[in-house]
């Protein structure tokens, strides 16, 4: 019975099965097809050149002895690499890879001899030119949950963490989103979250990344011509946990190729937690679709701390820290600090350091002084929300008609000075402001900007409407 590349490759797969792990069998094996048998050669496709390397690299001796034991010692592999244009194209091509250098040319297979030396990955976690092709966690170990402090501001979001992290892609928390304003321990709980599962399941690849990050990154790989490598790397993460997802706001492309990884990954049971300082349903210039994914889990809010939680937090700090302090210190900061965690340990650092430093003793009359500078210090943040609110107070007339389509000269300037100063201070791009404020494009507060900057030198009343509200902001 004459041998096909099919039974051949079954055979294959039989021995490899019974000699690798199950998850990476099916990750790095499963996706092949067997294509041809020529001359004792066969033929393999694989999805891209990132697959191919990874082969290479971790399964070029298990594939060497599986073929060897159906073909012979004069046994080749040959890899036919599918390579796409743009994700989704319904016109493949292969890529020939001689043994010095990579061109891709249509319709030709590619004779890659078993003992061929592996190459460098297309990681976007590895550093040009330093050889690693590990794929780090990039979790901080420090934040764990032993130190993240259960209070009712976040116990949901806790406990749902801990069920992930007990059983990762298992639960109905897929995704997990975890929302709250800044310093309420957002990143500490997703790095929590991957720290634990890290140690539970070692063999899990867990990845942790901004979505600042993966915005960069993904771009240097368009630049590069190596998207679909870019795509493939985070398809094959099994715990994928990515802080501050609203900055993929207004990004139309990075938001196109994670909604493409969140389907492949949401579809093969893998994990995915993200993180935001608001909800779903006010975040802005996100596609919907993505939305509707993001809202398939659960979505678990972390609010301000209690007067109970913020005490407990404090005691935790400086039992960590070896520091002794009385309670009623304590206390008087936990009652004047209510924002968040992140001030309220800023504040204990800042009294031990004044004590330190001054060799001053840690007493009530210090703990008032740090705490006044402190608060006086911290600026509240300004919302797209809040601006709207002043202007709106200003000019005597409620939201809704600031935001109108109406064209009546004194609801557009207003319109316009809104969308002047929540470009002056927010980091919202042009047309997050934009669809905050009546709906309207980036074009428009662009030309709202110009509209304000030009009546402030050369009318006298509106320059005086600036100079206000902008005391009113700035208070």
């Known amino acids: 019975m004459s041998k096909t590349a099919k039974s051949v490759w079954n055979n294959c797969l039989l021995f490899i099965k019974d000699n690798i792990q199950p998850q990476a069998y099916k990750t790095w094996f499963e996706p092949i097809v067997a294509v041809k048998l020529t001359d004792n050669a066969l033929s393999i496709q694989v999805p891209s050149k990132f697959f191919y390397e990874w082969l290479e690299e971790h ?71 330093i050889r690693n092709v590990k794929i780090e966690s990039q979790l901080n170990p420090n934040y764990s949950f032993e130190n993240f402090l259960e209070g009712d501001s976040n116990r949901l979001a806790r406990s749902a963490g801990l069920a992930v992290a007990a059983k990762p892609g298992g639960t109905s928390f897929n995704p997990l989103l975890i929302f709250g304003n800044v310093g309420l321990g957002k990143t500490h709980l997703a790095h929590a979250i991957g720290v634990d599962i890290k140690d539970k399941y070692p063999e899990k690849t867990v990845l942790y990344i901004s979505a600042e990050k993966f915005t960069q990154q993904y771009i240097e790989a368009v630049k590069k011509n190596n998207r679909n490598d870019f795509i493939h790397f985070y398809q094959i993460i099994d715990v994928l ?95 004047n600090i209510k924002s968040n965690v992140r001030e309220l340990e800023g504040a204990i650092i800042s009294l031990i350091a004044q004590s330190s430093f001054n060799k001053k003793e840690v007493t009530l009359d210090l703990a008032r002084v740090i705490v006044e500078k402190f608060v006086k210090n911290t600026k509240r943040e300004v919302s797209i929300d809040y601006i709207q609110k002043v202007v709106s ?74 100079e206000d509200i902008t005391k009113k902001l700035s208070v």
């Open 59 to 129: 399964y070029v001796k298990i594939l060497k002895v599986a073929l060897t034991k159906e073909l012979g010692e004069t046994a080749k592999l040959v890899y036919i690499i599918k390579m796409e244009n743009t994700y989704g194209n319904k016109q493949p091509f292969t890529e020939k890879i001689p043994s010095s250098h990579r061109t891709a040319v249509k319709s030709q297979d590619v004779d890659i001899p078993l003992n061929n030396k592996s190459r460098e990955l297309k990681n976007p976690f590895i550093i040009p030119g």
């Open 241 to 335: 946990i990515i802080d501050d997802v609203q900055f993929l706001s207004g990004k139309s492309g990075t938001q196109d190729v994670f909604f493409h990884i969140f389907n492949h990954l949401h579809q093969n049971g893998k994990q995915v937690v993200l993180t935001s300082d608001k909800a779903p349903v006010d975040m802005q210039d996100i596609e919907q679709r993505l939305l509707s994914r993001f809202k398939w889990g659960l979505s678990a809010e972390l609010q301000n701390p209690d007067f109970e939680t913020r005490v407990s937090i404090l005691k935790n700090k400086l039992y960590r820290d070896g520091v002794i302090m009385p309670d009623e210190i304590i206390d008087y900061i936990a009652k």
């Open 393 to 466: 107070d200003y000019f005597q007339m409620d939201i809704e008609t600031l935001q109108s389509k109406t064209r009546k000269r004194h609801i557009v300037q207003a319109r316009q000075l809104a969308m002047f100063f929540a470009k002056k201070f927010t980091k919202a791009s042009l047309a997050s402001i934009g669809s905050q404020i009546g709906k309207r494009d980036h074009a428009t507060v662009l030309h709202a900007c110009k509209t304000v900057d030009n009546l402030s030198s050369t009318d006298k009343q509106f320059r005086k409407y600036v």
